[in-house]
């Protein structure tokens, strides 16, 4: 039971990654565009992303304290997610705080750019990094691989379906949004 | 040749205006030393420690003070329209971008190269005994730093919570660069040279500052001209 929860949640970080192909792709295409659609679709995939990632590091955090005994094992996986979890919400806060929408966009599209080209850095450097330390070995729950690949597969659909929810909502608020300024000038 | 007149001019111009008054860098020096002396009263430095945690303690002085003087960089044109003229000059936004890094860069230099004697005085350490390659990794890590600081300095220029934001961005970012200058940094201070062992890190930090030059000299016109 608790290795079938962990398989579930804890395959949102292949889904995560794949939400970060899909922001980069936006980022681009609206810095090249500069259409709105794309910026709605990579905020929408950054929000889906970054929830797979929680939901990944709380199973991880889950299963380590039921099955090494200690909350945090400097495993790769758990740690890489943690800093690209960091990382992509730098991204949620600076778009919080830019008010202007031109302005948002543009800057929350290089932000994603650089968090992009960032994350395999990362994930290289901590693996380095753990390779050096002495720490215990990383354990992963027996028959992970096969049951990981169906999970990752169906968090994927309800990933897409999640971005496609957002991505209308995004785009609703933009509507309204440019509504109420045209009110305002009139 | 043209464009690298271009930056020097504003390199010159940003090291002058921050040398005449000498705010930030006091700033930037004076906390570095408090955030030394802070980590002598957190823990009982003994030989052993010291050698384990050297890297780490001093690139995270060096990522702190550099920030608090990265922050200033473009906050500094903000006044008086200074930003909107430098942006509208004939000059491009790359070269304008680069002159601030370089000048960014010999300031938080010269603040690491006086905290660095500062911390062989509190902790007794001998730091060095590698000098020449500590110095190549403090120049590699430094840039890492200053691109980095400097392209969301540019970014958050004109944001409310512009203090916050920089670092928030700044720092996961720099994850990569700040591990492989710490690890490199903990082995030479400790005296063992840059071996096989070491030259992995040594690559990342090379791979990491040209991959993100790169993108930032591309992206900074989208950024500062929108």
Known sequence: ?186 | MHYFRQVAVVAFKDLRAELRTKEAINASLAFSIVILLLFSFAFDPSEETMREISGGLLWIVFAFAGTLMLNRSFARELPNDCLDALIAAPLPASALFLGKCLANYVLVLAVELVSLPVFGIFYNVHWARQFPELLLVLLLGTWALTIIGTIFSALTVNIKLREVMLPMLTYPILIPALMSAMQLTTALVGGTPIGADNVDSLKMLIGFDIVFTAVSLVLVETVLVG
């Open chain 1, 1 to 186: 039971m608790r290795d079938a929860l962990f398989a579930f949640f804890g395959s949102g970080a292949p889904v995560a990654m794949a939400a970060a192909v899909v922001a980069l792709a936006g980022s681009v295409v609206f810095l090249r565009t500069r259409n709105f659609l794309y910026d709605a679709l990579a905020l929408a995939a950054t929000k889906t992303g970054f929830a797979m990632l929680a939901a990944a590091l709380a199973a991880g955090v889950l299963w380590s304290r039921t099955a090494a005994g200690i909350w945090w094992t400097w495993d790769t996986r758990l740690t890489t997610a943690l800093v690209c979890g960091l990382v992509y919400a730098a991204y949620l806060m600076l778009r919080c705080a830019i008010e202007e929408p031109t302005e948002r966009a543009t800057s929350a599209a290089v932000v994603s750019v650089f968090a992009f080209l960032d994350v395999p850095l990362a994930a290289i450097s901590i693996a380095w990094w753990r390779a050096r330390r002495t720490l215990p070995p990383e354990a992963a729950p027996p028959g992970w691989s096969t049951l990981a690949s169906w999970n990752a597969l169906a968090m994927l659909l309800v990933a897409a379906a999640l971005t496609v929810i957002l991505l209308r909502r995004e785009e609703r608020r933009r509507a309204r949004d440019a509504e109420r300024r045209a009110a305002l000038t009139l």
